[in-house]
């Protein structure tokens, strides 16, 4: 889902709700009456940086289009405990029916929101930029890269189809850089697509020969101690842009951007983030 126009959204959403109401939330449906109006807030309760209050109200306004709606902290915000992010009045079986879907967004986009910021706040002194990877929830990738923006940071590929990357198999099946960078070049042209084509490398030497192959827009950097890197960017000397990649977490990824790489992927973004807690809670 890949920009998805409004439409292909709230399909989206309406198949999360069905997921979780199927035929009735029938404990609502049992305790609270039809036309009980009320109201509810979204609470934080942990720090970090809040995401996904304009889905929130989209989800809501989908449930409800008369409930009113009042955001007092947006999107990208730092956030800290007993905040209120925002207040919703109206039907009280749509501020219920909404809750646990609402949540579910919000509190894993405000975790990768949360963990992006950290990674750059880390490398705010330098010029990488943080990126996030593939390694994401199936169906959910969208909001999760969604969830990197407001963090801070920037979407690397969105998927297979709108970049070329090179990786390690693709080199040794084809049998060597040249022969995979001029395979893909060829392929572009029989199909005119206009993709950038990135390449990894794992060693100096493949540095060196992607240096000596035209067609190439970015060169991942894999796995590189930190000597090494700064070896590599040091020989590429900004001829083309490069990208560090490779178990790169907090610990290790300001002296990363330090070494003047141009980009720095991190799969944790999405792949093993702990979502900020937050809550909804009734408004008496």
């Known amino acids: 889902m890949n920009n998805p126009e409004p439409e292909e959204l709230l399909e989206f959403i309406d198949s999360v709700l069905i997921e979780d109401i199927q035929d009735g939330d029938h404990t609502t449906l049992s305790t609270i009456d039809v036309d009980a109006m009320g109201q509810a807030h979204l609470l934080v309760k942990e720090a970090g940086i809040i995401a996904g209050v304009d889905l929130a109200r989209m989800i809501l306004h989908h449930i409800q289009p008369e409930l009113e709606i009042n955001i007092a902290i947006p999107d990208s915000a730092r956030v800290e405990p007993g905040d209120i992010v925002f207040t919703v009045f109206g039907r009280i079986q749509a501020l219920l029916v909404a809750e646990r879907t609402m949540l579910n967004f919000m509190q894993r986009m405000s975790g990768i929101a949360t963990r992006t910021n950290a990674y750059v706040q880390l490398t705010r002194h330098t010029h990488a930029k943080i990126l996030d990877?593939?390694?994401?929830?199936?169906?959910?990738?969208?909001?999760?890269?969604w969830a990197v923006r407001l963090g801070g940071g920037y979407n690397h590929r969105f998927g297979l189809y709108d970049m070329i990357m090179i990786k390690d198999n693709h080199v040794d099946f084809c049998g060597g850089i040249p022969e995979?960078?001029?395979?893909?070049?060829?392929?572009?042209?029989?199909?005119?697509?206009?993709?950038?084509?990135?390449?990894?490398?794992?060693?100096?030497?493949?540095?060196?020969?992607?240096?000596?192959?035209?067609?190439?827009?970015?060169?991942?950097?894999?796995?590189?101690?930190?000597?090494?890197?700064?070896?590599?960017?040091?020989?590429?000397?900004?001829?083309?842009?490069?990208?560090?990649?490779?178990?790169?977490?907090?610990?290790?990824?300001?002296?990363?951007?330090?070494?003047?790489?141009?980009?720095?992927?991190?799969?944790?973004?999405?792949?093993?983030?702990?979502?900020?807690?937050?809550?909804?809670?009734?408004?008496?």
Do not use: C, W
């Not at 240096?211 to 190439?216: E, F």
């Open 133 to 145: 990877t593939r390694k994401t929830s199936p169906g959910l990738r969208y909001f999760e890269k």
């Open 180 to 284: 995979a960078v001029g395979r893909a070049q060829a392929y572009m042209a029989q199909h005119q697509l206009n993709l950038q084509v990135e390449l990894e490398t794992r060693n100096l030497e493949e540095v060196r020969q992607a240096l000596a192959t035209p067609g190439i827009d970015r060169i991942m950097l894999d796995n590189f101690d930190i000597a090494t890197l700064k070896e590599a960017v040091q020989l590429i000397n900004g001829k083309i842009p490069t990208e560090a990649s490779g178990g790169i977490n907090l610990n290790t990824v300001k002296a990363v951007a330090e070494t003047g790489v141009d980009f720095i992927s991190v799969g944790e973004l999405t792949h093993s983030v702990k979502s900020l807690d937050l809550s909804f809670k009734a408004v008496m």
